[in-house]
């Protein structure tokens, strides 16, 4: 089975929380503070996008997905408006049939791009959190692609 292995190096801030399990879909402020307080750590990730040309496919790098060098450390800001995360280190996902090859057709041009932090996956069974900046979460991706951080990703 085909991986995508990524390096990061990053630090990114994020706004609110966005959950469908919770009584508001936007949480911030001490809501924000009180789901976050509540997460298990190991159930972070990082979802990053690749963004080439007409495509958008997205992937989780959770603390599983990561090497004995990795590191995913995410804290609430004080005021509630969102989250700090750094990560850093070798992180390696499965891919789902058929997408090795789109990945593989760009080489050296593949951009894939650090979108938000997550919670067990997303919205549905945790939370999301997008990169300070994405104000609303159903905008197009090309009215934020600039906030999001580049990172390089190889299919092997």
């Known amino acids: 089975m085909s991986s995508l292995m990524v390096n990061f190096y990053n630090k990114v801030n ?3 929380l966005y959950s469908q399990n919770e009584a ?3 949480n911030c402020g001490l809501k924000l503070l009180s789901i976050f307080q509540k997460t298990n750590s190991e159930t972070l990730g990082v979802e990053v996008v690749m963004v080439n040309e007409d495509h958008e496919i997205t992937f989780v790098f959770d603390k599983s997905c990561g090497g004995s060098e990795s590191t995913l450390k995410v804290i609430a800001i004080p005021d509630g408006s969102g989250l700090i995360a750094e990560i850093s280190g070798a992180y390696e996902v499965k891919l789902r049939k058929g997408v090795a090859p789109v990945l593989k057709k ?5 951009d894939l791009r650090i979108r938000a932090i997550t919670s067990n996956g997303g919205e549905w069974r945790g939370f999301i959190s997008y990169l300070v900046g994405i104000s609303n979460p159903t905008s197009k991706l ?3 692609l600039d906030l999001m951080p580049k990172i390089k990703g190889i299919v092997k």
């Open 24 to 26: 508001n879909y936007e």
């Open 142 to 144: 090309n009215s934020y």
């Open 106 to 110: 760009y080489g050296d041009n593949l």
């Open 14 to 16: 994020t706004g609110s």
